[in-house]
């Protein structure tokens, strides 16, 4: 999660990963909160993990597409994938 806790991104990740959870899509799911950056930390992150779909990043649109319009280093190109469930 690329924002502080208790803002509504953050409340909309943790009522997912309960529905998630309880529909038996795994074991357990941790939230992570890396705010900075308007989620490009967290994107770095994500970026940086194994690429065996066990992380997963629940981002708005401007992390993705405006972003790095905005910030040298964004783990997402200007060109980056639409959408806003990254798995990686």
């Known amino acids: 999660m ?6 509504a991104t953050d409340t909309v990740a943790r009522i ?3 529905l998630m959870a309880a529909a038996g ?3 357990s799911y941790i939230m ?5 950056q308007g989620g490009s930390i967290a994107l770095t992150q994500l970026a940086r993990a194994p ?8 981002a708005h649109m401007s992390a ?8 040298r280093n964004t783990p997402v190109g200007a060109s980056g994938p639409p959408g806003c469930l990254l798995r990686r």
Do not use: I, K
Request: proline share 9%; charged share 15%; glycine share 12%.
């Open 2 to 7: 690329g924002f502080p806790a208790g803002q």
């Open 25 to 27: 899509a795994a074991d």
């Open 32 to 36: 992570e909160n890396r705010p900075g």
């Open 51 to 58: 690429a065996d779909g066990s992380v997963m990043m629940l």
């Open 16 to 18: 997912w990963t309960e």
């Open 64 to 71: 993705l597409c405006t972003n790095p319009h905005f910030y």
